[in-house]
């Protein structure tokens, strides 16, 4: 297997991972009140609880950590609860400049034009195929303040607005019953996700990053935002979504990266 770029070791990821995360697990267990809370923040899948940890102290957080990391798609699905919120912060703790990431350095980031740019819809949808951008800017809007967490090991604290992904797919038609809904774009990177996590209500079609227009860099014209997915499940320059039953795999998943890739 060849990484594009630089292979990041397990171990090394969850160790700048768990730094971020302990900091937040922190501020929750100040308040009793708020323990659960603090619990759930943690588990980037719920299973602390299952897992036995009680997340009172570093070396408990870093055991879950190892264990989310060998958990595999088939029980993070099963975990996986809908109703569960991932954690979002105030805008004093926006990271700036928030990070660029891609396969490939920032000067290739591609170029995508507003007036000719379509999102085509396929698979398993009844409703409407091609979108402009006017048309998506007209749907509508929210914001939220959530953590990116890459697998390179690093994490910062974004803000994104757009469209719930929810929103846009029942008006596409999509059929929520199907397994996967495929994400693909202009820069030929592609990734797929399980329905109840396009469905979750903190999925977001973003089209802005800090009340802005979304900048090239970080996925102009649009990208798909989701706060319970580690960073190369958040497909940036979408041009294509499908609804599918059919496993679509993803660019860095096919080269080894877990294809869940969440909570
Ligand atoms: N189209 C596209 N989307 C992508 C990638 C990419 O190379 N191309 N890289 C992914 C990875 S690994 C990360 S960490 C984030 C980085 O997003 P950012 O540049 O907004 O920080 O984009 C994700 N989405
Ligand atoms: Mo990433």
């Not at 990070?99 to 170029?111: K, L, Q, R």
């Amino acid at each position: 297997m060849t990484f594009r770029k630089k292979a990041v070791k397990p171990d090394t990821f969850l160790r700048s991972h768990a730094e971020s995360i302990i900091n937040d697990a922190r501020n929750e267990l100040k308040n009793p009140a708020r323990r659960l809370l603090g619990k759930r923040i943690l588990t980037l899948g719920g299973i602390a609880m299952l897992s036995g940890c009680d997340l009172s102290n570093d070396k408990s957080v870093n055991t879950m950590l190892r264990r989310i990391s060998f958990f595999n798609d088939d029980v993070q699905a099963l975990l996986f609860n809908p109703n569960e919120m991932a954690p979002t912060y105030p805008e004093s703790m926006i990271t700036r400049p928030f990070p660029f990431n891609a396969f490939y350095d920032i000067d290739d980031v591609p170029e995508v034009d507003a007036a000719t740019y379509r999102l085509q819809v396929g698979g398993l949808a009844t409703g409407k195929r091609v979108w402009t951008l006017d048309e998506l800017r007209a749907l509508p809007q929210e914001s939220q303040i959530t953590r990116h967490i890459c697998i390179e090991g690093w994490s910062a604290i974004g803000r994104w607005g757009g469209v719930r992904f929810s929103d846009f797919l029942k008006r596409a038609g999509a059929d929520i019953t199907a397994k996967y809904v495929s994400l693909h774009c202009a820069d030929n990177y592609w990734t797929s996700i399980d329905m109840p996590t396009a469905l979750h209500a903190q999925t977001l079609l973003a089209l802005t990053y800090d009340g802005q227009v979304l900048p090239p860099k970080y996925g102009f014209p649009m990208k798909l935002r989701m706060p319970t997915k580690l960073g190369y499940k958040n497909p940036k320059h979408i041009v294509a979504i499908s609804v599918t039953n059919e496993y679509p795999g993803g660019y860095w998943e096919n080269q080894g990266y877990n294809w869940f890739g969440g909570s």
